[in-house]
Every structure is written in structure tokens, then in C-alpha cells.
């Protein structure tokens, strides 16, 4: 039996479980070569017909992303340009958006996400301190403190947090991350307001796919196999997500795991940051309507989530091309406004926000 079955067992209203044979199903057992549950059946043809139509949507959105753009389309642009944007969109958007589900999940939390925890501006921060005192390093060093800044202010975020009380976490924790997030942003941007780097770090936290050519996105490949990573071990993020004691009681390592989520979490928004900038509200908008449908078991949404991101770019990246063509906008600056938009919508009718 595995965590997660336990979990299941223990935990039925927090962790589910989908129909198998042998498992009981309403007043009834069903048994394995029984008859077909009718009811299961349209289940199961409802949700192949929402991901066929998902997917196409996705793959629509593709094709648009690889054709949709200013100057003329030619085969050295296609390759060149095109394909590594599309790419870099698909990879960023889901690496957002399980950075933020993770995230969520290891903290107990709806109202959290990379960028709104102080994750993102410390990786921004641990750029602007390797641009500054370390100019001949290179990109992958650079990330590399990125990433190290990245991991020190989660962990910054987490002891602080320790100090709320739980019966007012549900508020008092968003609001701590914004806080913390605000004051190393203010601090970055005297830093780089001192040394006149100011420019640079607004396009640096701005997301922006326009300078995404060939040679110049390949680190993302990093959060793609992240998400292999999260995907191999997402029944025991699972666990995690139901507290330090039952989580050990249930023969989890506790304080591995969350290092391991926390720690893939601080890398993707690392990588995404040094190669395409901040994403705001991705991380908070997707994960919330996905666990609004599917709940917390992290195996059965993760692959949702991850298509659920990288269309939601995708759609964001294609209005900023076309919204002012052939100029375009910074995607971060769409991202923002449609997230904030549907995030206040998610608010206000509060329905399986907790």
C-alpha cells in the first residue's frame, strides 16, 4: 500500500480517489468483470470529450503562437524565432503554474504564489547581485545565485509564517508574503536605482517572450524536466499537503519533502525569471481553478495544471502581439491584468476558496 493510499483511506474528504474495481461506489461494491456503471461511463466520456476539446484549443493556440507575429514569415524566422518562443511560452506557463500549485499545496494555502511570497524578487535580487559584482559570470552561474537567492527568501517566507497563529493563517499568510515580497522588492529596486540598473530590472521582472530567440531559452529545458520530477514524486507532495503529523504519521519524511517541493519551486521561478521575466497571478489563477474541479491530488491535476498554464500564456503572449501590431506589449503586463481580473472574479464568489 502506498502514502497515498493511506492518505486515501484516512483522509477521504481531502485526498480522492477515482473509481477502480473492488472500491465501494455509492450503496454498492462494485466487483471487477461486473457490468459497466452507466453513470461511471458518461463520466468517463465527458472527460475524454473535455480533453479533446482542451487539447485542441491548446493546439490551436500553438499554431496561432507559431504563425501570429510582426515582419514576414520565412523558414529562418519559423525556426529561429517562433519555435523557441512558442517553447519558451508552453515551458514557462506550466512551470508557473505548478510552481504555484506546489507552492499552495506544501503551504496549506489558496492565496499564495512564487510572486507573492518573495520566491520570484529574490531570484530577481540574486540576479542583480551576480550582474553587479560578478559581470564576467556566466548565464548559468548568474542563475545559479538566482536560484540560491531564490531558495534563501522561501525559506525566509517559511520561518516567518511559522509565527502565525493558525486560527487567522488563511489571511495572515498572503498578507506576510506580500509584505516580505514588497520590502526585498523596494530593496532590489534602491540597489539597482544606485548602480543604474533600474531599467534592466524592470524589463528583468516584466515578463516578455520578444527577445526569445534560438541559444537564448534552452535553460528552460531545466523546469521541463522539473515537472518530470514533480510528477514522479507527486503522491508524496500529496501527503505533504495534509500537515507535518499526519503526513508523518503516514511514514513521510516531512521535512524532505518540503525541502524537495520548496526547492523545485524556487528553481522554476529562477529559470523563468533569468529567461523570460515575471509571470504575476499565473501561479495563483490556474492552480485554484484546476483544484476547483479536480481537488489536491497533485498526480491526477498536475498534467491539467500544466496544459491549463501554458495555454493561459499562450493566449496572453498571442493578445500582446496583436492588441497594438506590429508592436507589442510585455506579456507580463496581460498576464497581470486578465490574472487580476479573474483572480477578484474567483474572490468574490468564494465557491471552494478555502
Known sequence: MTLLDLARRDFPG??????????????????????????????????????????????????????????????????????????AVVLAGAAMALGGLLMQLLVRNRFVEPSTVGTTESAGAGLLIATIWMPAMPVAGK???????????????????RVVPVHSAIIVVPLVGLMLSGVIAASTTFIAYQFD??????MWMTG?????????????WLVGALLVVTYVF?????????????????????????????????VSSAVCVVVVGGLPFLGLVVPNLVSLVMGDNLRRSLPVICLGGAGFVLACDILARVINHPYELPVGIIVGVVGAAVFLTMLVRRKGLR
Open 197 to 202: 540598473l533600474l531599467q534592466t530590472m524592470t
Open 143 to 161: 542563475m545559479g545565485v538566482a536560484v540560491l537567492a531564490g531558495i534563501l527568501g522561501t525559506a525566509l517566507f517559511l520561518q516567518v509564517i
Open 234 to 266: 507527486a503522491d508524496r507532495f500529496t501527503v505533504a499537503g495534509l500537515g507535518r503529523d499526519h503526513a508523518t504519521s503516514l511514514g513521510l519524511n516531512h521535512r524532505v519533502a518540503m525541502a524537495v517541493g520548496l526547492g523545485i519551486v524556487a
Open 14 to 87: 481531502v485526498v480522492t480517489s477515482s473509481t477502480a474495481p473492488g472500491k465501494v461506489v455509492g450503496n454498492r461494491i462494485r466487483t471487477p468483470g461486473a457490468g459497466a456503471d452507466p453513470a461511471a461511463v458518461r463520466r468517463r466520456t465527458l472527460r475524454v470529450g473535455i480533453w479533446a476539446l482542451a487539447l485542441l484549443v491548446f493546439g490551436a493556440l500553438v499554431v496561432a503562437s507559431l504563425l501570429i507575429g510582426a515582419g514576414t514569415l520565412d523558414a529562418q524566422v519559423f525556426w529561429a524565432s517562433r519555435v523557441p518562443r512558442t517553447v
Open 208 to 220: 516578455d517572450f520578444s527577445g526569445v530567440i534560438r541559444g537564448r531559452f534552452e535553460l528552460l
